[in-house]
Every structure is written in structure tokens, then in C-alpha cells.
């Protein structure tokens, strides 16, 4: 079975301010890993995945995530945070067999302050 | 391409009602998977389509639940005998078929709420 846990259901920073959210996964296999990111009233948009390529992984917006296998973890940092980035986001795990079913985390919601 | 688009964006029904949800994906993608978020959660599988065939379900796809893409191509979920337990943000998602880190592209979703 997989799972995933993200640590902090709010986290604040000010603007400019190192971006870290934290995400750790369960799974009994080779994981695919995924940070999502939703806007109010919006769906949810793809900002990285981590697939065995390579640990560190770059995204969209100045975002980027390191695949720690030791510590099961793939925490999402952006060193400097815009007001923009205020969002709730999605640690997520998927498996390599059926239909590549996704589990999300919980989410931890960004406020960016001033 | 505009993406995976769902209808209604909202809807409000009293417990006990039927209601159904439409999604069309991206055109081309042979993948469509529904999940419901609830207040405070992460989105939550419910179920996913293969061209028209539904190829798994999630136990909390109770028997009040009942999903469809005839064709392969636009999906319905139906929800009869509502409850208040319901009430979710209700999303699909498409995908192409082949590599299992293929993105999911969601749509905005379906906001039921059960009085």
C-alpha cells in the first residue's frame, strides 16, 4: 500500500522567504512522486514529478523537490517566495501497476505575507 | 485543446435527490479517473476509465455511486439517494495512456452540496 504524509497542515512565510513544505511517503514499491498545486475554485496543476531520473527535480514557478530515499521524503523548497505562490499544495504517490491511481496527501496550505 | 472540463461547477441538491456530474477530458486521452475532495483533504480516488471500459473502483464508491463513459469519451457520475456525507468537491482527471508518470491533467471540479 502506499500513502503519503505532509507535514503541516499551514505553513507562512514572507514574501522572499525560503518556500519548504514537507512531504514524506510509504510505498512498497519504486515510488512516482508528484507536488500539485491548487488555486481557490481552480483543479489541480502539475508543478513536478520525480520518476528515478534524477533526485533533484525542477519545476514550474521556481519550484523544486529532492527525492531523499534514506529518509523517504520528497520536500518541495522554492527559495524565495512570491504572494502569487499562496496556494494550497498536494504531495502526491503513485503506483506503477493498474491504473496509475494517484494518492494525495492531506495538503499544506502557503500564506505568503507581505 | 481546453483542457478537462466539468459541468456544473456547482450544484446544490437537498438529501435524498439523484444528481449526475459530467466531465469531458482532454480529447485524446484514453484515461479518466474521478475523485472527491473534502473539506481540508487531499483528493481521494474513486474510480478510472480505460477508453469506456471501468477498470477500478474505490471501496468508497458505495452502491449509490455509479460511473460511465460510453463511447470513451465524456464521463457521468451519478449519485442517487444523496446524503449529506456527499457533499465534496468532486474532481476527474485525463491522462494518456502508456507511461505510468504521464501527468493527470485535472479538471476544475464539481462542488456538490447536500442539505
Known amino acids: 500500500a502506499q500513502s503519503v504524509t505532509q507535514l503541516g497542515s499551514h505553513v507562512s512565510v514572507s514574501e522572499g522567504a525560503l518556500v519548504l513544505l514537507r512531504c514524506n511517503y510509504s510505498?512498497?514499491?519504486?515510488?512516482?512522486l508528484f507536488w500539485y498545486v491548487q488555486y481557490p475554485n481552480q483543479g489541480l496543476q502539475l508543478l513536478l514529478k520525480?520518476?528515478?531520473?534524477?533526485?533533484l527535480v525542477k519545476g514550474i514557478n521556481g519550484f523544486e523537490a529532492e527525492f531523499k530515499k534514506s529518509e523517504t521524503s520528497f520536500h518541495l523548497t522554492k527559495p524565495s517566495a512570491h504572494m502569487s505562490d499562496a496556494a494550497e499544495y498536494f504531495c502526491a504517490v503513485r503506483g506503477n501497476t493498474g491504473g496509475f491511481k494517484t494518492i494525495f496527501g492531506a495538503g499544506t496550505r502557503l500564506f505568503v505575507k507581505a | 485543446d481546453t483542457g478537462v472540463s466539468q459541468d456544473p461547477r456547482h450544484k446544490i441538491t437537498k438529501r435524498g435527490q439523484n444528481v449526475t456530474f459530467r466531465c469531458d477530458p482532454i480529447s485524446e486521452h484514453n484515461r479518466l479517473y474521478w475523485y472527491r475532495q473534502t473539506l481540508g483533504q487531499g483528493p481521494e480516488f474513486l474510480t478510472y476509465f480505460q477508453n469506456e471500459a471501468q477498470l477500478e473502483k474505490s471501496r468508497l464508491l458505495s452502491d449509490r455511486f455509479s460511473a460511465e463513459r460510453p463511447k470513451g469519451s465524456f464521463s457521468t457520475l451519478e449519485i442517487q439517494r444523496t446524503e449529506q456525507g456527499d457533499s465534496a468537491m468532486y474532481l476527474c482527471?485525463?491522462?494518456?495512456?502508456?507511461?505510468?508518470?504521464?501527468?493527470?491533467?485535472f479538471g476544475p471540479g464539481t462542488r456538490l452540496t447536500v442539505l
Open positions: 520525480y520518476t528515478s531520473a534524477a533526485t
Open positions: 510505498s512498497s514499491v519504486p515510488p512516482y
Open positions: 482527471a485525463s491522462s494518456p495512456t502508456g507511461q505510468v508518470d504521464n501527468e493527470q491533467f
